[in-house]
């Protein structure tokens, strides 16, 4: 055996049985190990950003890393987009990055490069394996890091650590140490400040405290003292629909997210650091919360939060389960005519199956589908934490590999999905139950927004080429075919609807064109 | 005025005039100001990957710097393969990644990232702008290090950079100092040991050195002296074809590479490093010469190598021009029946017309095409230097641009092409004269071919599920059509040669499948 069957033993020891791919030619030894290797699901990507984004949907569903193997400080750049994203979700991740054998980098070959520094800005951990002996503790290494930041943690392969032989040996798993208890003194201080500010607080709930536990616990304190249960800008993920904790993420828009807090003078922060404005404005602040609000942290995201919030509930005396709310869903009766980003959203809601893993790419529409849904049967609401686009058709491939019977829909606009579509092949490829919706406004329309908030009110040739996306619109039927994912488009209400329902009802991948 | 108006203008001053872009919210200020500055052409990518080939294939033709602009962290990352193929080619590019404002950066916002350390990898300068007032003269800085490195200048452009006042000024163009003649000295020692070596040595070409001047002297002083003209395996571009000097690139399969340079007992580098196995294979060296082959440097790529070339023919007195090569091209009658990447490539060669520029994302395919093609009407040939995949697309868009009275013919294989298929839409927008031929063998056929490198010869499961592209197989004249581009799909050599002849007399994008 090689390097690079250690490499494998040690992942499935520990239970890392995925591996999202895009291989080259110094992971050959890492390929035909693989082949050995058939507890080990392999996942093609035809793009590095695929592989990298499934690896963030799978961690975001099981809270467990899967292992990605990319080619060289190309493919590992290529990936590097969604690892943002990943990281700022704090989703674990072995990022196995092959490289050069060891001796022929000092040629600086054409492939040659510097892959610790591209890896470092989107990782929080990175080694370069030094031998095959050392594979082993290496990985070992990477789990351990990937599960107890939780986070990014890349392991670069050069190709000789990869085929030199090694001594079997028995493997034994990792273990990990319990997450963190938070000290009664934390709990106690961050009661005795709501206390203080009945009516006036906020909790802002990221990582597992955004789950079912934590959010119903969250829900509780919220109730019994009249505060309430926010979420980050984009949050990563969030358990939510009927019977669930309301949460609302702070508002994308500056102007929106700051009069969302601007009753507040305490905010909690459990799992997410304090939200701050998504982008510079002149003349606006970058901190959300109003001059003289106290912002206290209960906890991080390597501690365990569904504890803190049921031990801060406990010293509250808020333990009173949420009463549900009592509403007839869905209330209004469905949306006709022409379709827009409203009544895409407002459809799409109204028939959201229980257990939906919904990965939503768009910061305008996505806010408005969340409004829609709130009383929706129970689902999981990811979005994209880093900002970083190209994010939710990769990201639907690991969530429906990590959850094979519930049904995974992409929401996504025309211009974000454009980055990354090859994620779809995967989904034919592996033949996976996602749904993709696909908001065709033909327009970078969130910078059409931004734009004119600058107060450029008439946009000429050069603003206007970069912006939209029309001459020649893209075809999203044309390219899911091309990839291999059945597809159909629709321009009115009563066509999305009636697609929609027989979409859900199918299973496999499909893809619906919203002309808006 | 504002920063980003100074940086169009510094831009237009020293003729930058084409912006290869793909924007995000940071980068509004700038997008109003190119808004205001009809001079530039803004050229939309849909993925940053298009836009950073784009500038390499610009570059690559008209040997001066395309500006680029990207959105931060990721938006660069995105970028980065194609950069490090740039990069490698020695292309000027003045790379312009916006980011926050500079007082937004603590607070850490969501799509924060280390732009400096992403982007030194795959540049040759970086800097961060300090201010609305230091614009100026940092992109005049950029400009400087774009043309004489040459190579990658990245300029992080912070947000309020971009926004704050500038006083206006009259702008002067940067004055560049002349390439550096290389010294007599030198000439004298290669000259020597050529006449030493007569018959036993080897010019390897690239940069200017392996353009229409530089080749047509190498091809003298070969000529007179018994030797042979060489190019960097992968090389960045060489002028070729009917009347002029034949150049071998070195081979890529290593063993290829080594008997290639069996012979040679002294290699002259012209422009390019020592050549070296593209990968490193165990039991295989790394360093292509023989064992005692004397390696010696002409002159560097920031040299005035045809210059250096000139003198060194001079100096040997090889001034003699080479004789046209008396041949009748295409000899053979154009092959028939199922269609190979043997006969697509023998197809094409037959049929190229003169003045084409053929963007090459083929390691073996490709080196089939330069074969056949070498007595083929004067053309010129681009390949991926770096051996970043996803070139050849992108590449085609930013040649077409600064050619447009040329052919541009794109010559990639299925997998190689989805990476950066979104290049096809920039190429529908800007009704751009690139034909693109995608070789359909579904698979990875290289790496199929390295992994019976390692004596795998029954390939597994996982192994094979990384390497097929079946199943579905990905349909390009759906991709195209959905993208804008026109395409048709031949099986059969007298269909591929039917649709190529015509394709080649319609101006415009258009894509042909060649199933083989």
Request: proline residues 7%; contains cysteine; hydrophobic residues 45%.
């Amino acid at each position: 055996m090689n390097g690079a069957d250690r490499l494998c033993d040690v992942l499935l020891a520990n239970g890392v049985d995925i591996c999202f791919a895009n291989p080259g030619t110094s992971e050959m030894h890492f390929v035909a190990a693989l082949d050995r290797k058939p507890a080990m699901r392999c996942v093609l990507g035809l793009f590095e950003g695929v592989v990298t984004g499934a690896a963030d949907g799978y961690a975001r569903m099981t809270r467990r890393p899967a292992a990605t193997l990319l080619h060289t400080g190309p493919g590992l750049a290529n990936g590097l987009a969604n690892l943002h994203n990943a990281r700022r979700a704090r989703s674990p991740i072995i990022n196995i990055v092959g490289d050069h054998a060891s001796y022929h980098l000092q040629h600086d070959a054409p492939l040659t490069s510097d892959i610790e520094g591209l890896a470092a800005p989107m990782s929080d951990w990175v080694r370069r394996v030094e031998s095959a002996d050392a594979v082993g503790g290496a990985v070992a290494d990477a789990y351990r890091a990937a599960c107890s930041t939780p986070g990014v943690a890349t392991l670069i392969l050069p190709a000789d650590s990869a085929w030199n032989p090694v001594e079997a040996t028995l493997l034994a798993p990792v273990v990990l140490p319990p997450k963190p208890t938070l000290p009664m003194e934390t709990i106690r201080s961050v009661a005795g400040a709501i206390r203080e500010h009945r009516g006036r607080f906020g909790l802002v709930v990221g990582g597992d405290a955004a789950l079912e536990i934590g959010t119903e616990w969250a829900g509780r304190i919220a109730a019994a003292y009249y505060g309430r249960v926010f979420a980050d800008m984009l949050p990563a993920r969030i358990a939510r629909g009927r019977g669930r904790t309301p949460v609302k993420p702070i508002p994308y828009p500056i102007d929106l997210a700051i009069e969302s807090l601007r009753d507040i003078d305490l905010l909690i922060l459990v799992g997410v650091p304090e939200p701050v404005a998504f982008f510079a404005y002149p003349g606006k602040p970058t901190r959300l919360v109003r001059e003289g609000c106290i912002v206290l942290t209960l906890g991080g995201c390597g501690d365990d939060l569904a504890a803190a919030l049921e031990a801060l509930a406990d010293e509250l005396g808020a333990t009173k389960p949420t009463a549900p709310v009592d509403t007839t869903f869905p209330a209004a009766s469905p949306p006709r005519g022409q379709l827009t980003g409203d009544t895409v959203s407002a459809i799409l809601a109204r028939q959201l199956p229980e257990g939906a893993i919904l990965c939503n790419e768009g910061s305008i529409t996505g806010r408005r589908f969340y409004e829609f849904s709130e009383q929706a049967p129970p689902h999981d609401f990811l979005s994209i934490r880093g900002g970083s686009i190209g994010f939710s058709i990769p990201v639907a491939v690991g969530a429906a590999i990590a959850c094979p019977d519930r049904k995974v829909i992409t929401y996504v606009s025309d211009g974000s999905g454009l980055y990354t579509l090859q994620g779809l092949w995967t989904q034919a490829r592996e033949n996976l139950d996602v749904l993709t919706v696909v908001l065709a406004n033909r327009a970078y329309a969130i910078l059409l927004a931004e734009l004119r908030n600058l107060g450029v009110n008439e946009v000429g040739r050069n603003a206007t080429r970069m912006m939209s996306l029309t001459d020649p619109a893209p075809d999203w039927v044309h390219l899911a075919q091309g990839l291999g994912v059945e597809a159909a488009s629709a321009e009115s209400c009563e066509a999305f609807s009636d697609i929609l329902a027989s979409a859900l009802k199918r299973r496999g991948p499909f893809l619906i064109e919203c002309l808006i």
